[in-house]
């Protein structure tokens, strides 16, 4: 029997389960359970189902008992910026709404009354972005001051599903960053900015680092799933795990991890606070061994994605994309406009940009993906541009990680527009950054320089 590694990598859309082992120095993947996800109104707000997903973590674990595969430990990534608070009996307090909701609108300029935009910059090295944790936050001090009088804990959203696997409440890294409240210089809370902002300080537990061991399961969940394991800290952040199965190695490596969002930049040992950083929208989320990613974010494939769900065709992302490589539009939108960040209809909410910025509105399927594609790659380009800028730093190589490196036509045209070599691949990538903590953590790799190593060696790498 192998050694066996279990990621739990869950996305906006969907989640998985990816077991690992290690098999003459590769890393080899299995998927043994898939489920699906998406925000759902709820009292006329937009919110994640947690106990949905957690009971989807549990039957996934399952299918590693009756695979006879035991795990040595299981780790759980999400996306950024959501959390739970709870009670003093560890019970949920309100909704769990989700980072597209509205409920942020107003909430800036209430933060703003504290600090200023650039001091909050300044201070953490997060990018003001209207879902951002802090505005959260502000939200629900204004509208349900209870649920922060009442909370004992606020955990991000892997931090939850850490805790109902092992009982033990822990707050990662490079999940924590996302939030906008962590001292870019400490890497802990900005203990006087909460107080500053009137978010009560006794919720907040000190940050750990990915590759924190978290305890066992729990008794009740060794008992539904059939077995125990540890519970291990990831990179908890999806992109902090994407990033870190970019199959290259030191600092001159630019990086798209491409999936729902777009995350595109390198890897630093220092943040870059400065206002010229914040004016060009950059941010710095934690990454592994206290490592900085320096990125921008994107839209990313969102948009064709909400596009494919309004479709009556039942097309693939494949067929799709062959449709837009045969159009011929020019039209390009601002792909992080927030006309796109939720729109009731994606299709109508392209052709009314592209209406009222005087291009041409595009009517067709292959018309659609073609201004879509273009757009993002166009907007890689202007990214890698200000990245250049920022640090002084010529790159030869953008490397794709993630589902976005299957698109091919994508890839291409991020090789057009940005005048580089594209790297795309591997395709699992947030999966495989996870498992690497946790083999790191295990003591089956010397650093990440060797992880780099093995994922190289272990997945197939496309180039344009």
């Not at 595969?69 to 996306?79: G, L, R």
């Not at 953490?124 to 951002?132: A, D, E, K, R, S």
């Not at 805790?163 to 890497?187: D, N, P, R, V």
């Not at 299957?406 to 090789?415: D, F, K």
Request: charged share 25%; hydrophobic share 35%.
């Amino acid at each position: 029997m192998g050694k066996y590694y279990l990621a739990v990598d869950i996305g906006a859309s969907s989640g998985r389960h990816i077991l690992a082992e290690l098999k003459d120095g590769k890393m080899e993947l299995e998927e043994v359970y898939r489920f699906q996800n998406g925000m759902q109104e709820k009292n006329g707000a937009l919110c994640w189902d947690h106990e949905y997903l957690f009971r989807e973590i549990k039957n996934g674990m399952k299918k590693c008992k009756e695979l006879h595969k035991i795990p040595e430990s299981v780790s759980v990534d999400t996306w950024g910026v959501d959390f739970v608070l709870l009670d003093a009996d560890d019970r949920v307090l309100g909704d769990t709404v989700g980072y597209r909701d509205s409920r942020t609108q107003g909430m800036t300029e209430k933060v703003e009354t504290c600090i200023s935009q650039e001091e909050l910059y300044k201070r953490t090295g997060i990018h003001w972005q209207l879902y951002n944790t802090i505005y959260q936050l502000e939200a629900v001090k204004n509208t349900h001051p209870e649920y922060l009088e009442q909370a004992e804990s606020i955990l991000m959203t892997p931090d939850y599903f850490h805790f109902l696997l092992s009982g033990q409440k822990y707050m990662e890294y490079t999940i924590a960053s996302t939030s906008q409240l962590l001292s870019a210089a400490t890497g802990d809370w900005d203990w006087d900015l909460l107080e500053l902002l009137g978010f009560p300080k006794k919720i907040f537990r000190s940050v750990s680092m990915p590759g924190t061991v978290a305890g066992c399961l729990r008794k009740e969940v060794q008992d539904e799933v059939g077995f125990n394991c540890k519970v291990v800290l990831p990179a908890s952040h999806d992109t902090g795990s994407a990033v870190l199965a970019v199959p290259a190695k030191g600092e001159d490596v630019v990086y798209i991890s491409s999936g729902t969002w777009s995350l595109m930049g390198v890897e630093r040992k220092e943040p870059d606070c400065s206002l010229e950083s914040m004016e060009a929208d950059f941010t710095n989320e934690g990454g592994y061994d206290h490592r900085y990613r320096y990125l921008r974010n994107i839209m990313g494939l969102w948009m064709i994605q909400s596009v494919k769900k309004e479709l009556t065709e039942d097309l693939t992302f494949g067929e799709i994309c062959e449709m837009a490589a045969q159009e011929s539009i020019e039209s390009i939108v601002d792909c992080n406009d927030e006309s796109f960040m939720a729109p009731k209809s994606m299709i109508k909410a392209v052709q009314q940009f592209c209406r009222k910025t005087g291009q041409q509105v595009p009517e067709t399927t292959g018309e659609m993906a073609a201004v879509i594609y273009n757009s993002l790659a166009r907007c890689y380009a202007d990214t890698l541009e200000h990245l250049e800028t920022n640090t002084g730093r010529h790159y030869d190589t953008v490397y794709v990680v993630g589902g976005g490196s299957r698109a091919g036509y994508l890839n291409e045209l991020t090789a057009k527009y940005t005048g580089r070599r594209v790297s795309a691949g591997p395709t699992e990538a947030t999966a495989i950054g996870n498992l690497a903590v946790q083999m790191l953590s295990d003591g089956m790799f010397a650093d990440v320089d060797a992880v780099r190593d093995c994922i190289r060696r272990s997945f197939e790498i496309e180039e344009y």
